[in-house]
């Protein structure tokens, strides 16, 4: 049956024919080329996390095969790493000038490692273009979808508290307070000028060559005397003890 365009009138010769000769109205809808799955963006989610990118897909069990691998190469490096490690100096040193089965099979699994890394985001990106040309079927993202995030999120949270935790140590007020130590004709006179860690202070001990007197709950500006031997002659050493039980030598001094 012959068939015209609908615009001018005029017959068509070609059944399927996009566009009229004449008038050149279109004939047939443009064809769309739908975009279901983002190949760059799942060869980006494949780069920070393998087989993140399978999984944007909807494709669990290539996902897992691929963290799989990755993970299981990553785990046997690090065990041949530790068997090095372990190795008698001698072996080492032979080691060094002539290389071992054990380096050999590094090597060959950081290749592997890496080969994985980069096959798995080629993979990703590949599957994603499949999909969008309705060569694959896909119906939602897998369940492991969100798994790398939350890892993600735990490394972070580790990361956070091994700071602030480790730094603690640093943030906490400097133990430091002081003393003096002056003559008196025969007396020696030890006065307590404090510090920043006044607070933390439990005790002082203080003598001539030994820390042999107890000073308890000092506060700043109080003294004590200590009957001294020559001018020049006296070794006078006071020490703080804090409220954690940690001690410091505070005034180590001739007089």
Same mark, same amino acid.
């Given at each position: ?106 090597? =060959?699994?950081? /290749?592997?490692? +890496?080969?994985?890394?980069?096959? %798995? *985001? ?5 599957? @994603? ?24 999120? =735990?490394?972070? /949270?580790?990361? +956070?508290?091994?700071?602030?935790? %480790? *730094? ?5 007020? @400097? ?24 607070? =933390? ?55």
């Amino acid at each position: 049956m012959q068939k015209y365009c609908p615009a001018c009138g005029i017959p068509l010769y070609f059944e399927n024919q996009a566009v009229c000769p004449n008038c050149g109205e279109r004939l047939r809808p443009l064809l769309v080329h739908k975009i279901i799955r983002n190949p760059y963006l799942a060869l980006i989610l494949s780069f920070f996390f393998v087989g993140w990118g399978q999984w944007y897909n909807g494709k669990t069990g290539a996902g897992l095969k691929f963290f799989g691998a990755f993970l299981g190469s990553g785990l046997l490096i690090y065990f041949l790493t530790q068997i090095a490690s372990n190795q008698p100096l001698t072996a080492q040193f032979v080691a060094s000038s002539q290389p071992t089965t054990t380096q050999f099979l590094l090597i =060959l699994l950081i /290749a592997l490692m +890496i080969g994985i890394w980069v096959y %798995g *985001m080629y993979d990703a990106y590949q599957n @994603a273009e499949r999909i969008n040309r309705n060569k694959e079927i896909f119906t939602k993202k897998s369940a492991l979808f969100c798994l790398p995030v939350i890892v993600f999120v =735990l490394i972070v /949270a580790a990361i +956070i508290s091994v700071f602030f935790f %480790g *730094m603690g140590k640093y943030l906490e007020p @400097a133990k430091v307070v002081t003393a003096t130590a002056t003559r008196q004709g025969d007396n020696i006179i030890i006065a307590y000028t404090g510090g920043p860690a006044h607070n =933390l202070v439990s005790k002082l001990n203080y003598g001539i060559g030994l820390t042999d007197h107890e000073w308890n709950s000092p506060q700043v500006g109080e003294k004590v005397i200590l009957k001294g031997d020559m001018p020049g002659k006296d070794h006078v050493i006071v020490s703080v003890i804090f409220t954690d039980g940690s001690e410091k030598v505070i005034l180590d001094t001739i007089v």
